[in-house]
């Protein structure tokens, strides 16, 4: 995997973006000739290229094609299940871009667009060889790529889980050679068996040669082998932590076997002073310009929740910020009127019956969070960062669970690295794994991660409404 935006990303999901940014690109280049041969014997590809711009006129329907494909979870889910499912997101991706060219043409700037024989020809042909391309891909050049082989030394409950992982996502490009486990009762294990004992390990190991051997066992100081091991990384062979490991894999830190002195000794342990001074300036700068263009939809939605149900426009409640301190969220009332004047402070959950009709659209396209950007621009909050909890719920929460008032290190955000990869929680399990994203997040601060994350916000935003 490769890291980028500071996201362990599969070097086969980079693989398949460039390689597709590629084929659409030469797809338009090509249908540049099309329109020369057979429509329009006075268009010159040569002069388009050359004196009209035509690398970035293409390089524009190019990148809302793909960026209509990644909105479509389409680099996530790579390999084709259902070509007729392809077809249809493909098309609307193609659609999105012929939107951008007619919305170049109505805006008078024709000189930004591609000429629209040159721009149907070329679509007809990214339709035709990016599905072609994906089964290609998927069937064949992964399989040439290779795979990062991993061995993994024990079978505690996180190498299980780790394991169980890569299995169901191949595009990880990690494939599984097996366990080494001195316990022989140790049950189903995904993806693989046990291959041998601990004392086993360089014999294993030499027979397979593992790329990477991730360990995870208990007592770890009685039963390593640590001369064997040592042999081997000097032979070539890595090792991991499992719970390095289960960081690149899984976007989050793993709580339940973290030290103190992981965090301590981290050389890339966020927030730094640097980090936090441009978080806090570009949360700003953006939360004005963001202000200034959904204003109007502020003024639709307010009017839309005082018609719809009584009570207030907005919906005022105390939570927990930066160093603990307590302040004011803002966000439009989505509830009914003293929904929690007989149950006092409950988690919001899926399908929530003190939703409203229109607050649960709301919700779907996330417009109710929009008056946030008053608590950003009040220094409360940044449009980036864990999501701000009750102080009822963070005292009972701090009891129970360990770090957990880490997360207030940090401004609370509008969204966040948890928001994007999990779903709303009610239980305690569901907290934890936000925590483990939350930690993820601080650790990684950064403006690449913070561009990553609203990149996906917005993608949740166009499309959650029409997936529910």
Request: proline content about 6%; aromatic content about 12%.
């Amino acid at each position: 995997m490769i890291r980028l935006f500071r996201v362990f990303i599969p070097a086969s999901v980079i693989g398949l973006v460039l390689s597709e940014v590629l084929i659409a690109f030469f797809c338009y280049a090509g249908a540049s000739v099309i329109l020369y041969e057979l429509i329009n014997p006075d268009f010159s590809p040569l002069v388009f290229f050359q004196n009209d711009g035509g690398i970035g006129r293409i390089g524009l329907a190019v990148a809302v094609t793909v960026a209509g494909l990644y909105f479509q979870d389409l680099y996530a889910n790579f390999r084709v299940k259902s070509l007729t499912l392809l077809m249809q997101q493909l098309c609307m991706a193609i659609g999105g871009s012929f939107l951008i060219q007619a919305f170049l043409t109505y805006i008078k700037k024709p000189e930004w667009a591609i000429p629209k024989w040159m721009m149907i020809f070329g679509s007809l042909l990214v339709l035709i060889l990016i599905p072609a391309w994906r089964l290609f891909y998927g069937s064949v050049v992964l399989k040439a790529i290779g795979t990062k082989r991993v061995l993994f030394l024990g079978t505690t409950p996180i190498i299980r889980e780790i394991a169980a992982h890569l299995a169901d996502h191949p595009e990880l490009g990690m494939s599984n050679l097996g366990f080494i486990d001195n316990d022989p009762e140790t049950g189903d294990l995904p993806g693989g068996k046990v291959l041998g004992t601990v004392d086993e390990l360089a014999g294993i190991a030499k027979e397979l040669r593992p790329d990477l051997i991730v360990v995870g066992m208990t007592e770890r100081r009685q039963e390593l082998p640590v001369n064997e091991m040592l042999h081997l990384r000097f032979s070539g062979i890595h090792f991991e932590e499992a719970p390095v490991t289960f960081e690149a894999t899984f976007g989050r830190i793993l709580t339940r076997q973290l030290r103190p002195s992981r965090l301590i000794f981290s050389g890339e342990l966020g927030p730094g002073k640097r980090s936090l001074f441009w978080h806090t300036i570009y949360s700003l700068v953006l939360a004005l310009v963001l202000t200034a263009i959904f204003a109007p939809v502020m003024v639709i939605v307010a009017i839309l929740v005082k018609v719809t149900s009584r009570g207030p426009v907005f919906h005022r409640q105390a939570r927990v910020g930066l160093n603990d301190s307590t302040f004011t969220v803002y966000k439009f009332r989505s509830m009914y009127a003293d929904a929690e004047a007989g149950t006092g402070p409950v988690w919001a959950r899926k399908d929530d019956p003190r939703v409203t009709p229109v607050g649960r659209w709301l919700r779907r396209l996330r417009l109710d969070e929009l008056p946030q950007l008053l608590n950003v621009l009040r220094g409360e909050m940044s449009l980036v960062g864990p999501r701000p909890e009750r102080p009822e719920f963070v005292t009972a929460l701090s009891e129970k669970i360990p770090f957990y008032g880490y997360r207030h290190c940090v401004k609370p955000g509008i969204t966040g690295w948890a928001q994007i990869n999990y779903k709303y929680g009610d239980t305690m399990e569901d907290t934890i794994v936000k925590l483990e994203y939350d930690l993820y997040y601080i650790k990684n601060l950064a403006l690449s991660l913070d561009t990553f994350i609203l990149f996906h916000t917005l993608k949740v935003m166009l499309f959650s409404g029409m997936a529910q």
